[in-house]
């Protein structure tokens, strides 16, 4: 099936919808992030919820070092070797996480990086807080002081072209402030980084390796739970589990309602895409 969208001014683009983005997926998963503490440092606002069997019923994952009396927090360390363990079996999932997958356009002129890999890479390389003892704060505010020029930074007035289409991201350089995605990003980039040397041949990242998901892969995508949270009832689950819980059942939604190909190929120019093909795409905003 072939789409075509014109919004005046903008030009046509060609949107190529093939059959094999019909292909349900198994498992849907949300996952609430944080970027507190250390890799180690169990927090509450970890949360992850999954719809398993095509299900619309998201379910609280608890961490694995829970017992029948004891239910423990998770920490992004434990998170990411979970996410590898889920991989590992035979089931296609769509996995969904609230921080940023990459930086503005302006970041990678400004380092010299040509592509998402390279720049995997080199954050990892400077922002190595997937390494023990190391959080954003070490980074940014050794001893105790902001140091003022870090080797790999931006300004909290440079967005991505996803941020702008949206009423309220806010840029991944806004650090310190209610509501802020830097941390969660600064802290979950790595970790992307470890799933990807992992999982290169059987885990699609969008968009970063195409817009259109291969259908036999599994698929990690940027979400922003704003966009779905007012639209299931909270319940007694915490905010943090509500943002979870919002974006697994939304993906199930979607899945099974055949329209995630609408939110896979957002309306955006050619060149908008050209540059999104490094920023990424945040799914869901369309």
């Known amino acids: 099936m072939r789409v075509f969208?014109?919004?005046?001014?903008?030009?046509?683009?060609?949107?190529?919808?093939?059959s094999s983005l019909m292909t349900k997926f198994g498992q849907h998963i949300g996952i609430d992030y944080s970027g507190r503490g250390k890799i180690s440092t169990r927090t509450p606002t970890i949360q992850v919820y999954c719809c398993r069997n095509r299900s619309r019923d998201a379910e609280c994952v608890q961490s694995p070092s829970s017992s029948d009396r004891t239910k423990r927090n998770w920490c992004r360390q434990e998170l990411a070797v979970w996410l590898?363990?889920?991989?590992?079996?035979?089931?296609?999932?769509?996995i969904g996480i609230d921080h940023g997958f990459s930086m503005p356009i302006s970041y990678f002129e400004r380092y010299d990086l040509k592509s998402w890999d390279t720049f995997l890479e080199d954050f990892c390389e400077h922002w190595p807080t997937h390494r023990e003892g190391i959080d954003v704060d070490s980074i940014r505010k050794p001893n105790g002081k902001l140091k003022k020029r870090l080797s790999r930074s931006g300004a909290t007035s440079e967005f991505r072209?996803?941020?702008?289409?949206?009423?309220?991201?806010?840029?991944?350089?806004?650090?310190?402030?209610?509501?802020?995605?830097?941390?969660?990003?600064?802290?979950?980039?790595?970790?992307?980084?470890?799933?990807?040397?992992?999982?290169?041949?059987?885990?699609?990242?969008?968009?970063?390796?195409?817009?259109?998901?291969?259908?036999?892969?599994?698929?990690?995508?940027?979400?922003?739970?704003?966009?779905?949270r007012n639209r299931y009832p909270r319940e007694d689950?915490?905010?943090?589990?509500?943002?979870?819980?919002?974006?697994?059942?939304?993906?199930?939604?979607?899945?099974?309602?055949?329209?995630?190909?609408?939110?896979?190929?957002?309306?955006?120019?050619?060149?908008?895409?050209?540059?999104?093909?490094?920023?990424?795409?945040?799914?869901g905003v369309c």
């Open 237 to 283: 689950r915490t905010v943090d589990q509500q943002d979870a819980y919002c974006v697994a059942k939304w993906l199930a939604a979607a899945d099974e309602e055949r329209i995630l190909h609408r939110y896979f190929d957002p309306p955006i120019t050619a060149s908008e895409r050209t540059i999104a093909d490094r920023e990424g795409w945040i799914l």
């Open 84 to 94: 590898a363990n889920q991989l590992e079996k035979d089931q296609r999932l769509l």
């Open 161 to 228: 072209i996803t941020e702008q289409w949206t009423s309220s991201a806010k840029s991944v350089f806004q650090f310190d402030m209610q509501g802020s995605v830097a941390k969660s990003t600064h802290t979950g980039i790595p970790w992307l980084h470890y799933l990807r040397t992992k999982f290169r041949k059987r885990l699609h990242f969008w968009p970063f390796d195409g817009w259109k998901p291969d259908p036999q892969k599994s698929v990690i995508a940027e979400v922003y739970p704003s966009i779905f």
């Open 5 to 18: 969208v014109c919004s005046s001014p903008r030009k046509s683009i060609v949107l190529d919808f093939g």
